[in-house]
């Protein structure tokens, strides 16, 4: 990708300089490098009317999940009225991607309900051209929603997609879909007691991968797939070291935001609450106990009120209430907040 940039920019052929950037930042996203691939995707985005069009909502969905990844939801905000703008009357597999991504964005989020609610609603034929090398791919997305789910009918259906899926993508040598369908299929066989199995495929899957330094789809598979790296002996730990596995589990284990988190508004040490809430929700949650509505909570973190309705759900779940006031005052009886200090100058009530 940067021999091909070197060789084209500059030069007026804009196609090649967006192919370009589009293929850095899917190297970058496939190595977990989050904002250098989500700066290289958006400038291969920030050429809409050269890029062909699957390929920008490629490149729109896939910095999504990088921001996503990093806590800027105002950022995700954006990046997803984006796609919305880029399919408005388009052809029903170009607004799967978006539907898609939203979907891969809730899970990350802990919205398993609405990212189930679309997965048992999508329903597309599986061809080679819809795969190719793309990062946000539906039906992927929708086995992982499946087996997210964890219920028996939904493991059982993701194996069977999962099955034709990886013999596809392994006869034509997509080797990045390769390993993301592998590490799928390795969770959905533990999930399912099938732990031997599941064995056999993540030990070879880990060397290959961590040869390449290609630890995306390791990373977004989380704790269900630490266990299984825990539960490797030294036998099946193969050419891996301690320290590469210790390095690969740090990125599995790390809760969904914290790069960006660590550096919240608040003040307040990430790792002391993190276990709980993240410091985007502290943030929400504090704008409640200041009495904030949704609307000025949105202008005040910079994010939409839709984003700010779905922390409010996230913190409800969280904290085991049904609403603002049970959330202030759980909140302030677990010390998250601060009920007597004046935060904002419009506080009110």
């Not at 990045?176 to 969770?187: K, M, P, S, Y």
């Amino acid at each position: 990708a940067l021999r091909l940039l070197d060789l084209v920019r500059g030069g007026g052929r804009l196609n090649l300089e967006a192919w370009g950037c589009y293929l850095e930042g899917a190297a970058r996203f496939h190595r977990d490098e989050l904002e250098e691939g989500a700066r290289a995707l958006e400038a291969a985005a920030a050429r809409p009317h050269v890029l062909q069009r699957r390929v920008l909502l490629d490149a729109l969905a896939a910095s999504a999940y990088c921001h996503q990844r990093l806590g800027r939801d105002g950022r995700v905000d954006s990046l997803l009225d984006q796609l919305e703008r880029q399919t408005r009357g388009s052809e029903p597999h170009l607004i799967d991607v978006v539907d898609s991504c939203r979907a891969r964005l809730q899970l990350l989020c802990g919205d398993l309900a609405s990212a189930v609610a679309w997965a048992r609603s999508f329903e597309r034929d599986l061809h080679p051209s819809s795969i190719l090398f793309l990062l946000e791919v539906p039906v992927i997305t929708q086995i992982r929603v499946w087996i997210e789910s964890g219920t028996r009918a939904d493991l059982a259906q993701a194996l069977d997609r999962l099955d034709p899926l990886r013999a596809m993508v392994t006869e034509r040598h997509f080797d990045g879909q390769r390993n993301e369908i592998e590490t799928l299929h390795a969770v959905a066989l533990a999930k399912l007691g099938r732990r031997e199995e599941a064995l056999d495929i993540v030990a070879p899957l880990l060397e290959r991968v961590l040869s390449r330094g290609q630890i995306r789809p390791l990373a977004e598979a989380g704790p269900a797939l630490a266990e299984l790296i825990h539960a490797l002996d030294r036998r099946r730990r193969g050419d891996l070291s301690r320290a590469q596995l210790d390095h690969l589990l740090g990125a599995l284990e790390a809760p969904v935001g914290t790069a960006e988190e660590s550096r919240g508004s608040s003040g307040r040490p990430a790792a002391a609450t993190v276990s709980l809430l993240t410091q985007r929700e502290l943030d929400v949650l504090e704008s409640v106990t200041d009495r904030l509505q949704d609307k000025e909570i949105a202008v005040h973190l910079g994010i939409s009120t839709h984003t700010v309705k779905d922390h409010l759900k996230r913190i409800y779940r969280k904290l085991g209430v049904s609403g603002r006031r049970e959330a202030e005052s759980k909140a302030m009886s677990l010390g998250l907040v601060e009920g007597s200090v004046e935060r904002r100058p419009h506080r009110r009530g």
